[in-house]
């Protein structure tokens, strides 16, 4: 008995209250931001994700930030965080990236993402990669090309519905279509559609336990990965060929072939970089979808406002007739129901990022190579930077409403270096999504659905809804 007493002793608690006494002093020594490193090797990963099953926003954050303010330590996931829910420190994360701060992904992500995606680049080919990708995405190539395919694709999504839609699994299945389209310039047919199902697999493995001896799904979306990579990688050796031979198309890949006037990109490394942005904008653009489309159902006036906005715009066009780029800039109401419900409801909470040396802010010490959480949602629902934080008010956006906000308190789409290329092109999705459904269709929520802050792939209810056809104007 008392050899097993000793064996304890030695093999478990002594290194455990060694660990706590050096993390303790060197905390110290180093004037962390306050806050607790929890228990040893857990930390207070557990506490994170019991907080999340709760309806509460943001519970983990709020707990911590009243009691050791905006800037605070944790243990998450294994390592040593500091949170952030402060905008000027979130700022100069997002600003000094690359010189002190670096992304970083465990392992597990890059199996699925690809270790050529515009996600895990660093350095020089970052930013060469992350301006083509912005250039394909921006403004004027929306207006003169992209535009027209997705609110054609939009239409005849929305035209094939059934009086009653998940409509989660339908905004998934649209932004799929749209970024195939717009990647490789397929329309929806039989090889899209089984490629879909491999890829939501994939999408899976991002929500499953990252250990293939333990997880299933971890392993299924490992092989979805491989089964994925090689269908694309037929695709982008056929389209090599009918580059050499002239033809251009004006697509994503279109774009990456032209600029490849070296051949500096291997075949593996354009799938990787087509299957990143294809994993980017998907559950992103679809969450915020569903998200807005719950937020006009629960808030009746938004919903009026939003119909006539759309309704005026149709009113002037033929049946049928697409939209144009000046009835998306006319969209004014639209526009501050997107802001609104990124806001409020990003499934992007906050950006992960490593620490390339010692960092001083306010006062205290970040050490070097840990991991800092740059909160944008818990910024997003403070009351001292929104009023009435957590109500969505997409008034609040009106510019005679006298709201102005710093560009740093609202970071739906992130910053600096790594800004969201994807940015413009995710609001006129968003908007022509709207303006076809509520130009179509009055819907009643099929069950009162509690989904509203923090909906992921496990844990959404997929709002499923009754859908009745309006009269057309
Ligand atoms: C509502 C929709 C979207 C939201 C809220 C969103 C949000 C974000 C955020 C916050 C980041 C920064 C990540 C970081 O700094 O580590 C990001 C990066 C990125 N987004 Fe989006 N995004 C959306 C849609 C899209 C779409 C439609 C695309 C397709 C082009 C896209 C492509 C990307 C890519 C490729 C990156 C990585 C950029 C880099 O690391 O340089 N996103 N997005």
Not at 182 to 193: A, G, K, N, R, V
Not at 265 to 289: N, P
Not at 337 to 360: C, P, Q, S, Y
């Amino acid at each position: 008995m008392a050899a097993v007493f000793l064996y304890l002793v030695f093999s478990v608690a002594l290194p455990a209250i060694i660990f706590i006494v050096h993390r303790s002093s060197r905390c110290r020594r180093l004037r962390l931001p306050p806050g607790s490193l929890g228990l040893p090797f857990v930390g207070e990963t557990l506490q994170l994700i019991s907080a999340y099953k709760t309806e509460n926003p943001e519970p983990f954050i709020d707990e911590r930030v009243n009691r050791f303010g905006s800037l605070f330590t944790t243990h998450v996931f294994g390592e040593p965080t500091v949170f952030s829910v402060d905008p000027e420190t979130n700022r100069f994360i997002l600003q000094n990236e690359g010189k002190l701060f670096e992304c970083s992904y465990p392992g597990s992500i890059s199996n699925l993402l690809g270790k050529h995606s515009l996600l895990l680049m660093k350095g020089n080919l970052h930013k060469k990669m992350h301006s083509l990708t912005t250039s394909f995405a921006n403004s004027s190539n929306i207006r003169d090309h992209l535009l027209v395919d997705i609110d054609r694709l939009i239409r005849l999504n929305l035209d094939s519905w059934p009086d009653r839609v998940l409509l989660m699994e339908e905004a998934k299945k649209i932004t799929f279509e749209l970024t195939m389209k717009q990647l490789m310039s397929f329309d929806p047919c039989e090889w899209t559609e089984s490629l879909r199902k491999e890829y939501v697999l994939v999408i899976e493995g991002f929500f499953s336990v990252p250990l293939p001896i333990f997880s299933p799904t971890y392993r299924r979306a490992i092989k979805a990965r491989t089964k994925v990579a090689e269908a694309l990688s037929l695709v982008v050796k056929q389209r090599r060929i009918e580059s050499e031979s002239g033809e251009k198309r004006k697509d994503m890949l279109g774009a990456l072939l032209a600029s490849d006037d070296h051949g500096g990109f291997s075949d593996e490394g354009i799938v990787d970089f087509l299957v990143a942005l294809l994993v980017a904008g998907y559950e992103t653009t679809s969450t915020s979808m569903t998200l807005a489309v719950k937020f006009l159902t629960e808030t009746p006036l938004a919903l009026v406002q939003i119909m006539e906005e759309h309704e005026q715009i149709r009113a002037k066009k033929g049946e049928g007739e697409a939209l144009e780029w000046s009835d998306y800039k006319s969209m004014t109401f639209t526009q501050c129901v997107v802001n609104e419900t990124l806001r409020i409801a990003n499934i992007i909470g906050g950006i992960f990022r490593r620490t390339m040396t010692d960092i001083n802010v306010q006062g205290y010490t970040i050490p070097k190579g840990w991991k800092v959480f740059a909160s944008f949602r818990g910024v997003h629902l403070d009351h001292e930077h929104f009023k009435d934080a957590r109500t969505f008010n997409p008034w609040r956006w009106q510019n005679n409403s006298g709201a102005t906000y710093p560009a740093n308190v609202f970071t739906p789409f992130g910053g600096g270096q790594r800004l969201c290329p994807g940015y413009e092109l995710a609001r006129v999705e968003l908007s022509v999504f709207l303006h076809h459904l509520v130009t179509r269709f009055s819907w009643t929520p099929v069950e009162e659905d509690k989904l509203v802050f923090f909906p992921t792939t496990r844990t959404q209810k997929r709002y499923p809804i009754n859908l009745q056809r309006r009269d057309r104007v």
